[in-house]
């Protein structure tokens, strides 16, 4: 079902546990774990939202568009891609055009390092992407979002357990029998309003002790 009609039909219902930016900040978690260097991604992370403020006013594009130059700088695109992609045809402040490329130089490094401590999966992935004979475009691209991707399910997964453990997918249906009930959505996934109400827990102190929780077990790794 398209997550645009899940959404309509369960409006109201259901609470949305997500991921806040979630690939930039886990791989930024990564490079702090493994003691890398990396200003221009925590700057990116800790300023997300001037940075899509800037971007959306000097293009006069909304909030979502200025998120997707983040994906495509992160992931083997460039402000020009992004800008052809969207038809953006506004002259470059010379100060984006800088602060974009530092960022992207920034990625590759870091994505460098993860394959060379990932070879196998690096592997996996060009066996996967290379059948039939095709090329290969954007390797690095396509490797990190794979492995943020796999990093990413880890985290969900063990936020739902942690959820489940504690019976917030614990559904008591009109027959009167308690069912399991929820949906995982990629950075994230619902809870039952009716479910979490009932066991008298406000949704932000739930959502606080659960990142505490995901934190303490230290998921993210640089392997």
Aim: with cysteine; aromatic share 10%.
């Amino acid at each position: 079902m398209p997550r645009r009609l899940r959404n309509t039909l369960l409006h109201g219902l259901v609470y949305d546990i997500d991921l806040v930016q979630a690939q930039p900040s886990i791989l930024l978690q990564i490079c702090r774990n493994a003691g890398w260097d990396c200003p221009q991604l925590d700057n990116m992370v800790t300023n997300r939202d001037e940075f899509l403020r800037i971007v959306s006013n000097e293009y006069g594009v909304t909030r979502a568009i200025a998120k997707e130059l983040i994906t495509s700088l992160m992931f083997g695109g460039s402000l020009d891609t992004w800008k052809f992609s969207h038809e953006i045809e506004k002259e470059d402040n010379p100060a984006m055009v800088t602060g974009c490329q530092d960022f992207v130089n920034e990625i590759l490094n870091i994505t460098g390092q993860l394959k060379f401590q990932n070879l196998a999966l690096f592997k996996v992935i060009k066996t996967l992407k290379t059948q039939g004979h095709h090329e290969w475009k954007n390797e690095l691209g396509s490797f990190l979002a794979h492995y943020l991707q796999h990093q990413e399910f880890l985290i969900v997964e063990y936020a739902m357990i942690w959820m489940d453990q504690r019976g917030f997918f614990d559904y008591k249906a009109p027959n009167r029998k308690l069912v399991k009930a929820g949906s995982y959505e990629y950075d994230g996934f619902k809870l039952w309003r009716e479910v979490v109400d009932r066991k008298g827990v406000h949704i932000q102190t739930l959502c606080d002790e659960l990142n505490l929780a995901v934190q303490s077990k230290n998921i993210v790794t640089g392997k």
